[in-house]
């Protein structure tokens, strides 16, 4: 599959006009409703090789995440991107804009930018909805002017339409994971991929995807493994995963599970819609309303897919993640779930060495577990 920058050239080349989303979750919806082509700026590790124009303003403990997508805007952004949007995520991503327009203009270059602050408490209170409606309708003015289109109602329940069938085959697409018809490291190549093509044209992809992989015969895991943390391990990794036999039955990862985990219902009111997204949105750190649904979320989920192991991918430096997962490994450990704790930086992808035989390990543990239990049961 091609790579982020090949695969933006390809977009601009057939016309696309590109707005350079800063993660996690923006309002796709809306922008593609306006005509454009909304592109997630996640996971360009592969791509940005270097980063020389984002260390002259981002500090090294910044996390990867941020410093790779500040090198692509300051380095290569203008010669894809049309606009970029951004909205209040965590601690790092709601202070770039600033940063990014100051270098740019430090090069005599510039890119719209388009912004939306979601409230940092319960959006239930009329207060807060209210807030959250204003700011949707603010931005719906922007886009007008940006692109000089008058907002649709029509226009905008089909892209709610097209972006829920997206979001439902992902899930199709995890099930086949989740049974072993098809390789995690496959599934979350082909989900993240959603952040440099079409919606139309990921769809397109998707159903492809599960015909062939759907006939395939289900594989037999080792042990059946939870996998969190803000973006999946490395590819190298997850094929270390799958021949030491642990297979991912499910995520709580944000680039994946908590991007499309929820399904809002379709709307020709953005207003409505975003209320409805942003307040029952799939539990993730940065939301914070969602935060005290997340432990009992985790828990849920690893109940209901049977998992046996925990594997949490930490982002380096992201200290939204960090700070909850001493109390999850406890939660999980009375479920009798096993934890492994990684942590990769930018800089580690370099050598995956350490994490590879700790994966093995952990492998191995699960292993020797599982034939333990099924020595007592039979022995009962």
């Not at 790579?3 to 809306?30: I, M, N, R, W």
């Not at 942003?278 to 309303?289: E, G």
């Not at 050598?351 to 039979?378: C, P, V, W, Y």
């Amino acid at each position: 599959m091609k790579g982020f920058l090949d695969s933006l050239a390809d977009l601009k080349s057939q016309g696309h006009t590109l707005v350079g989303c800063f993660p996690l979750y923006p309002p796709l919806e809306l922008l593609h409703s306006f005509g454009l082509t909304p592109v997630v700026l996640w996971g360009l590790r592969q791509d940005i090789t270097r980063l020389t124009r984002s260390d002259r303003h981002l500090q090294p403990y910044a996390c990867g995440v941020a410093r790779c997508l500040s090198e692509f805007v300051l380095s290569q952004g203008g010669e894809f991107l049309d606009a970029i949007f951004m909205y209040n995520a965590c601690d790092t991503l709601r202070n770039l804009p600033e940063i990014l327009q100051s270098g740019l203009e430090q090069d005599g270059s510039s890119l719209p930018l388009f912004r939306l602050h979601i409230p940092a408490v319960p959006i239930n209170p009329p207060s807060a909805s209210n807030y959250l409606e204003d700011q949707i309708w603010e931005l719906t003015k922007e886009l007008k002017k940006f692109t000089g289109r008058s907002f649709s109602g029509p226009a905008f329940q089909n892209s709610t339409v097209l972006y829920n069938q997206q979001r439902r085959l992902i899930g199709e697409l995890e099930h086949l994971a989740a049974t072993g018809r098809l390789g995690f490291a496959d599934c979350a190549d082909i989900v993240l991929s959603a952040g440099r093509m079409s919606v139309s044209d990921h769809i397109a992809l998707m159903e492809r995807t599960i015909r062939d992989a759907a006939n395939r015969t289900p594989g037999e895991p080792a042990a059946r493994i939870m996998l969190s943390g803000i973006l999946p391990p490395p590819a190298a990794l997850l094929d270390v995963m799958e021949q030491a036999g642990l297979m991912v039955v499910a995520n709580d990862l944000a680039a994946m599970r908590r991007s499309y985990g929820y399904l809002p219902a379709a709307s020709s009111d953005p207003g409505a819609y975003y209320e409805d997204l942003y307040s029952n949105h799939h539990p993730c750190t940065t939301i914070l309303p969602s935060a005290d649904r997340r432990l009992e979320h985790i828990m849920k989920t690893a109940r209901e897919n049977t998992v046996q192991g925990f594997i949490f991918v930490g982002e380096k430096f992201c200290e939204y993640e960090h700070f909850e997962i001493p109390i999850i490994t406890q939660m999980l450990a009375a479920e009798g779930v096993r934890t492994l704790e990684m942590e990769i930086g930018i800089d580690d992808t370099l050598n995956l060495d350490a994490h590879r035989t700790r994966i093995e390990a952990f492998a191995e543990m699960l292993r020797q577990e599982t034939g333990r239990s099924r020595r007592d049961k039979d022995a009962v």
